[in-house]
């Protein structure tokens, strides 16, 4: 039995240093022979952006590759790093470890304006190529008018459909407005609730009972509905009966109505609280109402003016931007939507614009810095790019933010479309 073990130790003395001697004095690997390695190594591009600022480098210093045989792989990059000029970049990496085994990755890198970056996010991530040509250079009116031939003519869904299948706007904003964290509710706009969508408003009491609530309000039914962001009646988009104009749809009401870029889920009372008021930023603590039972954050001052909430601000503003821009009265918008600055201080006007259903909203000042304060978040890339799959139009004050400016100017300096001059 000794003699047995001792043949075993010395079997492996014998095997040990002839693989030691074979790979360290005579450059062969025993191991190799007996087990080639003919796997490639693995390549790491987690740690690479997939867009740069324009101007900007490429940091490819942060790709790695590993190889489970070999102590050492190479990595080896071709293809143009330039970030001069706008546009996709493919790279193609390389990984060769010691035994000539070879993987191959190519990355896409996106050279995005300056300007098309918020807060670390590409807006322009869902633009489809040559969706705004034509636009460089422009400013004021002569831009305004060119987005006008843009995004006019987009496809219209009826307000409610009466065939439960086909498409409209109550369908629109389940998809649009889908809670992100759970695919059977919305987000409602203005309190930020996660709602069901089957508590989608009915003008009936036949809702499931999820749609039931005990709160501080009391044990009621809470619905959702269609809130128009510009409101309807600052343009008279349906008449006295509810109905636009009628059309190949039976009666429902199209254009600026059933825009779903400025139309959002809303809590219904809230929908109701709002009403027509103009936006502003009325909160000073003393002649207003805080709207803590709808969601913190919204405010009504007076008969005149609503607050929302911040993280909505900016939101409302470029969806105001998207209507004053889209509907210009031409051929088959039947209202010319402007936004409009201080008219308070022109107390006759103000209150005709109020209740005569004129085609203004305010404050365009305010607005302006709305849209600074509260820029574009991934929440509202997805919403527009799920209106579009709809309608085939997008927003382009969501896309390309710096277009706000060169139409309207700053909050200091804005530029209006219309005269707010009393007569």
Not at 57 to 75: A, G, M, P
Request: aromatic share 10%; glycine share 6%; net charge negative.
């Amino acid at each position: 039995m000794k003699k047995v073990r001792l043949y075993i130790g010395i079997l492996i003395v014998t095997i040990t240093a002839a693989i030691f001697v074979s790979e360290n004095l005579l450059g062969i690997d025993l191991l190799e022979i007996f087990n080639p390695d003919t796997t490639a190594p693995i390549i790491d591009i987690s740690d690479v952006e997939d867009s740069i600022q324009k101007d900007g480098i490429i940091d490819l210093t942060v790709i790695t590759c590993d190889d489970d045989r070999d102590s050492e792989c190479e990595v080896s990059i071709s293809g143009s790093t330039d970030t001069t000029t706008l546009g996709t970049k493919v790279i193609t990496v390389t990984a060769t470890d010691t035994k000539g085994n070879i993987s191959e990755v190519y990355l896409s890198i996106e050279v995005v304006d300056v300007d098309d970056v918020v807060d670390g996010i590409d807006t322009t991530i869902y633009v489809p190529v040559g969706y705004y040509d034509g636009i460089d250079s422009l400013t004021g009116e002569a831009l305004k008018n060119a987005l006008n031939d843009i995004i006019t003519n987009h496809t219209e869904f009826p307000y409610t459909d009466k065939d439960l299948d086909d498409m409209d706007v109550w369908k629109m904003l389940r998809a649009g407005d889908e809670d992100p964290d759970n695919s059977n509710n919305v987000l409602l706009f203005y309190s930020d609730f996660s709602w069901p969508k089957e508590c989608q408003d009915t003008n009936t009491s036949l809702l499931p009972d999820i749609c039931f609530v005990n709160s501080d309000r009391d044990e009621e039914y809470t619905e959702w509905n269609r809130e128009h962001i510009w409101s309807k009646s600052h343009g008279d988009f349906a008449d006295e009966d509810g109905y636009a104009f009628e059309d190949s749809f039976g009666g429902y009401p199209l254009g600026a109505h059933t825009d779903a870029h400025h139309l959002v889920a809303a809590e219904r009372s809230m929908n109701s609280i709002k009403n027509n008021r103009f936006f502003d930023d009325c909160h000073d603590g003393v002649n207003d109402d805080n709207l803590v039972d709808r969601g913190a954050g919204n405010y009504t001052c007076g008969d005149w003016y609503f607050e929302p909430r911040d993280d909505m601000k900016g939101d409302v503003a470029r969806m105001l931007f998207y209507m004053a821009t889209r509907y210009e009265g031409e051929d088959g918008d039947f209202v010319d939507l402007e936004l409009t600055t201080d008219l308070y201080l022109y107390e006759d006007l103000a209150t005709a614009i109020k209740n005569s259903k004129l085609p203004y909203y305010e404050s365009l000042e305010v607005l302006l810095r709305w849209h600074i304060e509260d820029p574009v978040d991934e929440w509202e890339l997805e919403r527009n790019e799920a209106i579009f799959q709809f309608q085939g139009n997008r927003n382009p004050f969501i896309d390309h933010p710096e277009l706000v400016a060169l139409v309207w100017g700053t909050t200091e300096n804005p530029t209006e479309y219309v005269s707010t001059t009393a007569e």
